[in-house]
């Protein structure tokens, strides 16, 4: 496990409680190094979504518990935030949640000359996923093959 891994796991731990006292749901935790400078973000989600004001009661929560277990040893930025429209998928529950909904999936190598397919997202597994494509052709692609799926939003 990567020391970015073993923060993420520690956060998440940490977000539990916080997140259950205000029926939020937790999408995802990053420590990332971006430009230079390290981040940890967290996105948290509810019915409804997420305010502003849901955003500092969850960062000023965080803030004290991380304070008081100090556990990350570089400086970090400590961003909470919403997931946003075209929210990132990346674990099962995500893709449970999300079935019959229409996904952009970018491909890390192209498939049939596309590295970005679409479609609807009917299946998956700890191996691969299942799509709809527009004309009602069903495909399976490894997860292995794939950098990122996002859900797709149309303005």
Known sequence: ?????KYEAKTEKLLETIIADNNFELVDVEYVKEHG???LR???DKDGGITIDDCELVSRALSDLLDDNDFIED???LEVSSPGLGRQLKKDRDFAKNIGEEVDIKL???INKNK???G???NYDKDKITLELKEEEIIEILRSEIAMVRLTFDF
């Open 42 to 44: 967290t996105y948290i």
């Open 120 to 122: 609807i997202l009917i």
């Open 108 to 110: 890390y190598r192209a």
């Open 116 to 118: 970005e397919i679409t």
């Open 75 to 77: 400086s970090y930025i």
């Open 1 to 5: 496990m990567s020391k970015a891994e």
């Open 37 to 39: 400078s390290w981040f």
